[in-house]
């Protein structure tokens, strides 16, 4: 299947111009992804890119880990074909396959967490440069901070992504549902550029997730950091290439936080627990550590279940992403009724969460391991 996938998409090639509408661009992604995923694989296994199982990691077997190289080759060649690229996608793509290509390195060899950071800090400069950036404050003085929060912004949803890949077909299909709206939202607003290079990540990540999710059988390849890292950057990225509505600031703040409303949930409140607790005392220690107390676990341990924890996020994602569809044509004070309406979702879950996590403490049940993130 694999191979007949990578034939249909070198026949599309030899027979299609440089151009495509959205479902094609989608399904040429996902052939693209699905074929290649298991080439890659072997050239993980023969070049040493190999998760393997100890005491802190919920698989069993040795597993590759370099499931990104097949994901972004997927995406660049379907947007390849297309003729919405322009300087700031040219950017945001060369800064993503960046990532992936240091990501591998990590993968096959490590690299230190202060070279990942500094590397994400440089590619997101790079992209600010080529003119992705929040536009949320006016005047001269308000370019500083937007670079600022630009760069806050990038930084933070791509090591959100990375934290969330822990558990099989997490990662890939929270960011394929996630790029999917985003691109919907973007056709609907008039964006047609970021609603085709959206179909090509959803696509690519579709293709990925049999390979990631398989029924009754662990995954036989995970992400790796060259697929959390720069896949994450390209959602970052993407989500602040366009305004989402011209001349209102907080509509187009809201429209990417409804969307992202799930990472950044996990985020704030696993690093607001581990300050809380003390297991966090510095950034070097929050980059660094690896804790089972990410939303899957959480969601794990209260449904006893992984799959059922998966589809539990994905619910919720989609549910508090679809609110993003009603400020395409909204107003301010539209978006802060969606923003107070995710929040109250969102702190419904933290005390529904927090309830589970008492009982299982007090069955001698709900201590926290070192496990979670990529390291699984």
């Not at 495509?20 to 298991?38: D, H, K, N, Q």
């Not at 308000?142 to 990038?154: D, Y």
């Not at 959803?202 to 662990?218: D, E, I, Y």
Request: proline letters at 5%; glycine letters at 12%.
């Amino acid at each position: 299947m694999p191979v007949v996938a990578l034939l249909a998409v070198g026949l599309w090639f030899l027979a299609r111009p440089p151009s495509g509408g959205i479902p094609e661009i989608t399904l040429v992604a996902l052939l693209a992804s699905f074929g290649l995923t298991p080439f890659v694989r072997l050239i993980a296994l023969r070049g040493g890119a190999v998760d393997h199982p100890d005491a802190r990691k919920r698989h069993n077997t040795p597993t590759p880990k370099l499931g990104g190289v097949a994901v972004l080759s997927a995406f660049v060649l379907a947007l390849g074909r297309t003729a919405t690229i322009d300087r700031e996608m040219l950017a945001i793509s060369a800064s993503a396959l960046t990532l992936m290509l240091a990501g591998a390195l990590d993968d096959t060899r490590g690299l230190s967490a202060r070279l990942r950071l500094g590397l994400q800090l440089s590619c997101s400069l790079v992209v600010i440069a080529a003119g992705v950036r929040l536009n949320l404050l006016p005047g001269p003085v308000g370019v500083a901070g937007n670079v600022l929060l630009s760069v806050l912004w990038i930084v933070g949803i791509t090591n959100a992504y990375n934290f969330i890949d822990g558990m099989d077909g997490l990662a890939p299909s929270l960011g394929a549902l996630i790029a999917l709206l985003m691109g919907l939202v973007a056709s609907l607003s008039g964006q047609p550029g970021l609603a085709v290079a959206c179909a090509a990540l959803a696509g690519a990540l579709l293709g990925f997730l049999p390979h990631n999710l398989r029924s009754g059988r662990p995954a036989s390849i995970f992400l790796g950091d060259s697929g959390s890292a720069s896949v994450g950057f390209l959602l970052a990225a993407l989500a602040i290439k366009e305004d989402w509505a011209e001349g209102d600031p907080l509509v187009s703040l809201a429209t990417p936080v409804l969307l992202f409303s799930v990472l950044i949930y996990d985020m704030i409140q696993t690093t607001v627990s581990r300050v809380v607790t003390g297991r966090v005392r510095s950034f070097r220690e929050w980059i660094d550590f690896v804790g089972r107390d990410h939303i899957h676990h959480r969601f794990t341990r209260l449904l006893g279940d992984q799959r059922r924890a998966l589809v539990l996020i994905l619910s919720l994602s989609l549910g508090l992403g679809l609110s993003a569809f009603g400020l395409h044509r909204g107003d301010g004070p539209e978006a802060i009724i969606f923003l107070v309406h995710g929040a109250l979702v969102l702190l419904v879950v933290a005390v529904l969460e927090g309830s589970a996590g008492r009982d299982d403490a007090a069955a001698g049940t709900g201590r926290a391991g070192p496990n979670g993130g990529k390291k699984r």
